[in-house]
């Protein structure tokens, strides 16, 4: 069992930077990959981020490669989603998921979710 708590979320203009952190419990962390999602009003959730257990491999959707990184310490339990250059566009709630699988960018690839963090991005 995996618990997940995302921090780090708010108010931002265009153009600035937030960066997201998610807590995990237990302590096979380490054994598993992380990833990061997002959800707007109104739309299906989606793929931002993920990385291996190791940190090794790294995937990013499209809409946010070179602008955002993902990281993690696995000394620490965390992961962590740096965020530059926002846009209004990537308003959303974010949550982080941890998968049994190495890397993935699918949903149903994850089985533990953290409740989310609200990003909200101003024009």
């Known amino acids: 069992q995996v618990q997940l708590v995302e921090s780090g979320g708010g108010l931002v203009q265009a153009g600035g930077s937030l960066r997201l952190s998610c807590a995990a419990s237990?302590?096979?962390?380490?054994?598993?990959?992380m990833g990061w999602f997002r959800q707007a009003p109104g739309k299906e959730r989606e793929f931002v981020a993920a990385?291996?257990?190791?940190?090794?491999?790294?995937l990013y959707a499209d809409s946010v490669k070179g602008r955002f990184t993902i990281s993690r310490d696995n000394a620490k339990n965390t992961v962590y989603l740096q965020m530059n250059s926002l846009k209004p566009e990537d308003t959303a709630v974010y949550s982080c998921?941890?998968?049994?699988?190495?890397?993935?960018?699918?949903?149903?690839?994850?089985?533990?979710w953290g409740q989310g963090t609200q990003v909200t991005v101003s024009s």
């Open positions: 237990g302590r096979t962390f380490s054994m598993y990959g």
């Open positions: 990385i291996s257990w190791s940190g090794a491999s790294t």
């Open positions: 998921a941890a998968s049994r699988t190495l890397i993935a960018r699918n949903v149903i690839s994850y089985d533990y």
